[in-house]
């Protein structure tokens, strides 16, 4: 079993920042991209950000040049660095990422961390 616990989650005022991260846990052979969604209440789960095990990354146009993905492989946790937060960042922000153990190669999911931005 592989676990995904998310972290980080917080009250910020507009124009605060926060780091989330994203520890894997468990039989884990190899981890290969990971992502960040969000949830805001009552819409879809959105794609934020992606790297990839090479380093690779990809952003939301709603978050570049604000949020900043990176990884630190030897630990098995992604991060999210968020900057110049704004009310619309509010949402549930979900973990995920593709896993090799042993033969198989499965996507995981974490159970979130709720992130509030508001004065």
């Known amino acids: 079993q592989v676990q995904l616990v998310e972290s980080g989650g917080d009250l910020v005022q507009p124009g605060g920042s926060l780091r989330l991260s994203c520890a894997a846990s468990?039989?884990?052979?190899?981890?290969?991209?990971m992502r960040w969604y969000r949830q805001a209440q009552g819409k879809g789960r959105d794609l934020v950000a992606s790297?990839?095990?090479?380093?690779?990354?990809d952003y939301a146009d709603s978050v570049k040049d604000r949020f900043t993905i990176s990884r630190d492989n030897a630990k098995k946790t992604v991060y999210l660095q968020m900057n110049s937060l704004k009310p619309e960042d509010t949402a549930v922000y979900y973990c995920?990422?593709?896993?090799?153990?042993?033969?198989?190669?499965?996507?995981?999911w974490g159970q979130g961390t709720q992130v509030t931005v508001s004065s």
């Open positions: 468990g039989n884990i052979s190899h981890i290969y991209s």
């Open positions: 790297i990839s095990g090479g380093g690779s990354t």
């Open positions: 995920n990422a593709d896993v090799s153990t042993g033969p198989y190669l499965i996507n995981y």
